[in-house]
């Protein structure tokens, strides 16, 4: 029996920032260039996102915590991950190995695997001005993570200009920077 050939899957982790309730800019571009996108929200994400919405645009469960013994629904192998926007919590907490959550977890396991992934944060000036945070980003470039920030990229905004910045947020970026899912072997 001849088996239909597998799209490309991509996770979309989802982080608790005003540009979430817009992943609807990263899904429809995504599936237009072939990837099967799975969406994982933080589960502080959640409140941001209008979940329904975002599991009948990419035709899958959006799934923020682990699942329960017994509980269907595995979801398939990762060929790439995104991770916008991206908090300072999360990139902190993952650069320091924090595992407490299940979009947390997923980043611990599949990044030292090598499934390439990249990361467009949502920050203002002084949290980015933060030496924490060089370190925390300097620690995922080691281990292989495409962190979008700076120059030509994402450029933090000043404290409290935040909502300004929501319909600016430049998805697309970190979709390019994950490649082009029809130019991948996939295994």
Not at 12 to 28: N, S, T
Request: charged residues 20%; glycine residues 8%; proline residues 10%.
């Amino acid at each position: 029996m001849i088996q239909p050939e597998r799209r490309p899957v991509l996770y979309a982790i989802v982080c608790a920032a005003g540009p979430a309730r817009h992943v609807h800019r990263l899904i429809q571009p995504a599936q237009e260039r072939g990837w099967d996108v799975w969406v994982i929200p933080t589960p502080a994400a959640v409140d941001f996102l209008d979940v329904l919405a975002v599991e009948e645009l990419s035709g899958h469960p959006a799934r923020s915590r682990h699942r329960q013994l017994g509980e269907p629904g595995t979801f398939p192998r990762a060929d790439a991950i995104i991770v916008a926007p991206a908090t300072y919590n999360t990139i902190n907490k993952w650069a320091h190995g924090t595992s407490d959550n299940y979009a947390l977890g997923l980043l611990a396991e599949l990044v030292p695997l090598g499934v390439p992934t990249a990361v467009l944060p949502f920050l203002n000036a002084a949290l980015a001005a933060n030496p924490v945070l060089a370190r925390s980003i300097a620690e995922l470039q080691l281990m292989g993570v495409r962190v979008l920030v700076g120059r030509g990229e994402f450029e933090p905004h000043q404290p409290g200009t935040g909502v300004e910045k929501i319909d600016s947020y430049p998805w697309h970026l970190v979709l390019d920077a994950v490649g082009d899912p029809r130019r991948r072997r996939i295994g």
